[in-house]
């Protein structure tokens, strides 16, 4: 009996201990998310000043509050309702276009369903999602409008694992249940200034279901409804949340459950908050050179260099030359590789900036194109478009980087740096005498006709001479009868080397910064807006 007794009380005993360890591995748990949450709502906070500044002007954050909306005229375009977000719009069209041309070949354009337009938006997020992860992707959504209000619930902010709860299990038991083991790593959901616990929002569920269901319905509706019609740049910061994955395979099948997230109301603003946290804001600051000014300029609402930069790379750099250029002893950062997207602008023509090699040669024939006030988007099946040079291709790209005032000739003392950089001959006699027969008159000047007819007398070409290229451009009234869709036009490569300015026609000033000889053919012969 004693004995007995002395077990039952060493199995007490065991028993309190293993309590308290429990007790003290959920205290640990505990404290390590809720210091996960306070990393995450700082970092929040810090990609809200970095992209606005010290406030926001209403009516730049009505323009950026809009979801990703397909034409109805043409059912792979993205409508963009007003100025500002198209440094995010225009590069995920771009992207979804270069998953539709390359690797979907033979798709038409008019028999795409829906279900295949959001699984194409989807696979571009994930495209861009994947250059700018750091550790883990954390997809930022919106809480339902009335658990902002309470503080605490998972319903307004789906998770990979609990988006579809309400709909799969049935039962309170089973709900708190699933609820309470949805393992931490997978449903860590926050807000900027409150945080969401799992055992609030089973309450919060279980309340519900006593409910009649269609009375649920109708006030959610109604709550959500009220919501839309009273979002404002503080309320949408306290409603954001977030959830962390691991896997790009994970936040495609989020998205796919929950789809809203983009489609709804502030879908672009939640991709480009999701953008900036998967990037990691000391990570973005360490690329943008100038933490002053706002990505999202403050009076007008467009977005920056750098961040249409990170759209179309991953780096935040401020810059579209390749690689660093020092300038005044300054290291100025600009694009580093080969982009999957390429980026032409008008600012080029007047010179305000210059694109890199790499930036207007990218693997697929898509650029966006910018002008002062927007961003469009060309692009072309003519995969010939992004070959690889041949060498006269490389000796003229080369011969223009001398030619800083994209005359057609460069001063005969640089005739020798030409050659160096070709890899020729540039021993100093024989550049001499080079010099002598392709300035016979002694002007002064080195004409690149001159040259490549002396050093690639048989040039070949990559670029086909004619092609067709279409062209996007997001906003309805930029558009013939207020209907977004692809403006279609036949390019045809000029023979000279004399290029014809136009100033009244933008497009074509623009598309001769990547093809100087270029004259398009544009279908009803209406030339295509680039604002």
Same mark, same amino acid.
């Given at each position: 009996m004693g004995e007995h007794s002395l077990q039952q009380g060493q199995t007490s005993s065991d028993q309190g201990q293993q309590q308290g360890t429990d007790s003290a591995a959920a205290a640990g748990t505990s404290t390590s998310n809720r210091q996960q949450q306070?990393?995450?709502?700082?970092?929040?906070?810090?990609?809200?000043?970095?992209l606005w500044g010290p406030s926001i002007r209403p009516e730049v954050f009505r323009r950026w509050s809009q979801g990703f909306d397909?034409?109805?005229?043409?059912?792979?375009?993205?409508?963009?309702?007003?100025?500002?977000?198209?440094?995010v719009i225009a590069p995920v069209q771009a992207?979804?276009?270069?998953?539709?041309?390359?690797?979907?070949?033979?798709?038409?354009?008019?028999?795409?369903?829906?279900?295949?337009?959001?699984?194409?938006?989807?696979?571009?997020?994930c495209q861009i999602l994947m250059k700018c992860k750091s550790s883990k992707y954390r997809i930022v959504s919106l809480r339902a409008n009335r658990q902002a209000a309470a503080g605490s619930g998972v319903g307004g902010c789906p998770s990979s694992s609990a988006a579809a709860l309400p709909e799969e299990i049935d039962g309170d038991a089973e709900m708190v249940d699933a609820l309470e083991n949805v393992p931490s790593h997978e449903q860590l959901e926050l807000g900027v200034d409150a945080a969401m616990t799992a055992t609030a929002a089973a309450s919060d569920l279980v309340n519900q279901n006593t409910m009649e269901e269609g009375a649920a319905s109708v006030a959610a509706a109604e709550a959500l409804e009220g919501a839309a019609d009273q979002l404002n740049p503080e309320t949408f910061h306290e409603r954001l949340c977030v959830s962390e994955l691991e896997q790009i395979d994970d936040v495609e099948k989020y998205y796919a459950g929950n789809f809203h997230v983009l489609a709804d109301e502030c879908g672009v603003l939640l991709l480009l908050y999701t953008v900036l946290l998967t990037k990691g804001v000391d990570n973005v600051l360490s690329e943008v050179s100038d933490t002053s000014e706002p990505l999202i300029h403050g009076t007008y609402g467009y977005g920056s260099q750098a961040l249409i930069n990170l759209m179309l790379t991953g780096r935040a750099v401020p810059y579209v030359w390749d690689n660093e250029q020092d300038v005044g002893g300054l290291k100025l950062k600009g694009i580093t590789q080969q982009s999957d997207i390429g980026f032409i602008t008008l600012m080029e023509q007047?010179?305000?900036?210059?694109?890199?090699?790499?930036?207007?040669?990218?693997?697929?024939?898509?650029?966006?194109?910018?002008?002062?006030?927007?961003?469009?988007?060309?692009?072309?099946n003519e995969r010939r478009l992004v070959s690889p040079e041949t060498p006269s291709e490389v000796a003229r790209r080369v011969f223009?980087?001398?030619?800083?005032?994209?005359?057609?000739?460069?001063?005969?003392?640089?005739?020798?740096?030409?050659?160096?950089?070709l890899d020729l001959? $540039?021993? @100093?006699?024989?550049? %001499? +005498?080079?010099?002598?027969?392709?300035? &016979?008159? *002694?002007?002064?000047?080195?004409?690149?006709?001159?040259?490549?007819?002396?050093?690639?007398?048989?040039?070949?070409? $990559?670029? @086909?001479?004619?092609? %067709? +290229?279409?062209?996007?451009?997001?906003? &309805?009234? *930029?558009?013939?009868?207020?209907?977004?869709?692809?403006?279609?036009?036949?390019?045809?490569?000029?023979?000279?080397?004399?290029?014809?300015?136009?100033?009244?026609?933008?497009?074509?000033?623009?598309?001769?910064?990547?093809?100087?000889?270029?004259?398009?053919?544009?279908?009803?012969?209406?030339?295509?807006?680039?604002?």
């Amino acid at each position: 009996m004693g004995e007995h007794s002395l077990q039952q009380g060493q199995t007490s005993s065991d028993q309190g201990q293993q309590q308290g360890t429990d007790s003290a591995a959920a205290a640990g748990t505990s404290t390590s998310n809720r210091q996960q949450q306070l990393l995450l709502e700082g970092e929040l906070r810090d990609i809200r000043q970095l992209l606005w500044g010290p406030s926001i002007r209403p009516e730049v954050f009505r323009r950026w509050s809009q979801g990703f909306d397909f034409s109805q005229h043409e059912p792979s375009a993205l409508v963009q309702h007003d100025g500002g977000p198209c440094c995010v719009i225009a590069p995920v069209q771009a992207y979804l276009l270069k998953i539709l041309l390359m690797e979907t070949p033979g798709h038409s354009f008019s028999d795409l369903t829906p279900d295949k337009c959001k699984t194409l938006l989807i696979q571009a997020i994930c495209q861009i999602l994947m250059k700018c992860k750091s550790s883990k992707y954390r997809i930022v959504s919106l809480r339902a409008n009335r658990q902002a209000a309470a503080g605490s619930g998972v319903g307004g902010c789906p998770s990979s694992s609990a988006a579809a709860l309400p709909e799969e299990i049935d039962g309170d038991a089973e709900m708190v249940d699933a609820l309470e083991n949805v393992p931490s790593h997978e449903q860590l959901e926050l807000g900027v200034d409150a945080a969401m616990t799992a055992t609030a929002a089973a309450s919060d569920l279980v309340n519900q279901n006593t409910m009649e269901e269609g009375a649920a319905s109708v006030a959610a509706a109604e709550a959500l409804e009220g919501a839309a019609d009273q979002l404002n740049p503080e309320t949408f910061h306290e409603r954001l949340c977030v959830s962390e994955l691991e896997q790009i395979d994970d936040v495609e099948k989020y998205y796919a459950g929950n789809f809203h997230v983009l489609a709804d109301e502030c879908g672009v603003l939640l991709l480009l908050y999701t953008v900036l946290l998967t990037k990691g804001v000391d990570n973005v600051l360490s690329e943008v050179s100038d933490t002053s000014e706002p990505l999202i300029h403050g009076t007008y609402g467009y977005g920056s260099q750098a961040l249409i930069n990170l759209m179309l790379t991953g780096r935040a750099v401020p810059y579209v030359w390749d690689n660093e250029q020092d300038v005044g002893g300054l290291k100025l950062k600009g694009i580093t590789q080969q982009s999957d997207i390429g980026f032409i602008t008008l600012m080029e023509q007047m010179q305000y900036c210059t694109v890199g090699f790499f930036y207007k040669n990218p693997k697929n024939p898509v650029w966006v194109m910018g002008s002062e006030t927007h961003l469009t988007v060309l692009f072309s099946n003519e995969r010939r478009l992004v070959s690889p040079e041949t060498p006269s291709e490389v000796a003229r790209r080369v011969f223009r980087q001398f030619d800083t005032e994209g005359s057609n000739f460069i001063p005969s003392p640089l005739l020798q740096d030409v050659l160096c950089a070709l890899d020729l001959v $540039s021993e @100093p006699e024989y550049v %001499d +005498l080079m010099r002598k027969k392709l300035d &016979p008159e *002694s002007l002064g000047i080195i004409l690149l006709n001159d040259f490549m007819n002396e050093f690639f007398p048989t040039e070949k070409k $990559s670029v @086909p001479d004619t092609f %067709d +290229l279409l062209h996007y451009n997001g906003i &309805p009234n *930029s558009n013939c009868d207020n209907r977004v869709r692809y403006n279609k036009g036949h390019a045809i490569q000029l023979e000279s080397d004399v290029r014809m300015c136009n100033p009244s026609d933008p497009m074509l000033t623009c598309l001769q910064t990547k093809w100087p000889n270029i004259e398009v053919n544009w279908n009803d012969s209406r030339t295509p807006s680039l604002n």
